[in-house]
């Protein structure tokens, strides 16, 4: 079974400038999560979607960062315009979301450095 | 969502059991206690998860103390490939899976 795939691996960009991440989920898996994690942290949930709609976001910055997942399957998360303070890891994550099968599985993560 | 206290590290030797340890005093009734691992440069995985009784997997084994108040992760033979930092989660009940990661526990292996 393929796992959850991301790119780029990583991305390095000067503030003010937009970058997009790209994540696959598992095949089937209805949810999908978007974390950052800063050096030192552990990840901190940015939004999570349930099929096409948008369950939580109360952690996403929405004046610079926004997301989608097109067709309940793949997602991006953007970042327009980025800050020195969104260098970070972005982790993808998904999930089958049902009783006993709740296990969420990570992606490798995309290493964002913003100069 | 309920806390969770961890030791920031802690060290092992090879082939020797590991109890990483855990204090959730605030935990509710309906609270999971699940545990991830993170191993250097890649995405969190996870580990095993329990309500209130023991659970063992393939991988390690959860012990829940009566109370619930506190739980402990053990590595039955630690080995260097063990190395990471291991996070403790509650996971409150209801059909919003969501994970708030802490800090963590960052275990070093000795050969």
């Known amino acids: 079974e393929a796992g959850v795939a991301q790119s780029p691996r990583y991305k390095i960009i000067e503030k003010r400038q937009s970058v997009a991440f790209w994540c696959n989920p598992i095949s089937g898996h209805a949810t999908l999560y978007w974390y950052q994690q800063i050096l030192g942290q552990g990840p901190k949930l940015l939004i999570q979607f349930q099929n096409n709609g948008v369950v939580d976001d109360s952690q996403l910055p929405k004046d610079r960062f926004s997301a989608e997942r097109l067709k309940g399957v793949d997602s991006t998360l953007k970042i327009q315009p980025a800050k020195l303070e969104d260098s970070a890891v972005y982790l993808c994550a998904s999930s089958l979301d049902r009783p006993l099968r709740e296990t969420q599985y990570f992606g490798p993560g995309t290493r964002l450095l913003v100069l | 969502d309920a806390k969770t206290t961890q030791p920031n590290s802690m060290e092992s030797n090879e082939e020797e059991p590991v109890h990483l340890p855990c204090n959730h005093s605030?935990?509710?009734?309906?609270?999971?206690i699940h545990w991830y691992r993170q191993l250097p440069s890649q995405g969190p995985e996870y580990v095993i998860h329990g309500l209130t009784s023991n659970v063992n997997n393939r991988m390690a084994s959860l012990a829940i103390a009566e109370d619930r108040k506190s739980s402990t992760l053990i590595l039955h033979r630690a080995t260097l490939r063990d190395a990471a930092v291991y996070y403790c989660i509650l996971r409150g009940g209801g059909s919003n899976y969501k994970l708030t990661f802490g800090k963590g526990t960052l275990l070093t292996v000795n050969p």
């Open positions: 605030t935990i509710s009734g309906t609270d999971y």
